[in-house]
């Protein structure tokens, strides 16, 4: 219900975009948020958008560098990722929640829609 795009190779100081088809369900009111998994490590939160408001929460390291961003109409998600370093490289995980609480958005078990991730490669 969930498809992930956009991920691929790009060099130190690039950008991608990221992308959060939906479908299935009605996820326009509902809160989602990217998560990524580096190599040998445990997924962590990247950003969060809540439902009709568009309240966004990011990662502390990430601000500024990243924008989450969504189209209820297209019932999807986008990501924006500027300024990318090699410690970014990781495959990336949209998620959707089941309800509307904004509350805990950091933590992935909150979550009961994932997508099948994307992987993101920066070179050095």
């Known amino acids: 219900q969930l498809q992930a795009s956009g991920g691929g190779l790009v060099q130190t100081g690039g950008s991608l975009r990221l992308s959060c088809a939906a479908s299935g369900r009605i996820f326009s009111s509902y809160p989602m948020a990217w998560f990524r998994q580096a190599p040998g490590k445990e997924r962590e939160f990247v950003a969060f958008?809540?439902?009709?408001?568009?309240?966004?929460y990011y990662t502390d390291s990430l601000k500024g560098r990243f924008t989450i961003s969504r189209d209820n109409a297209k019932n999807s998600v986008s990501l924006q990722m500027n300024s990318l370093k090699p410690e970014d490289t990781a495959v990336y995980y949209c998620?959707?929640?089941?309800?509307?609480?904004?509350?805990?958005?950091?933590?992935?078990?909150?979550?009961?829609?994932w997508g099948q991730g994307t992987l993101v490669t920066v070179s050095s």
């Open positions: 998620a959707a929640r089941a309800y509307l609480h904004t509350d805990n958005y950091y933590n992935q078990h909150t979550y009961a829609y």
């Open positions: 958008i809540s439902g009709s408001e568009g309240t966004t």
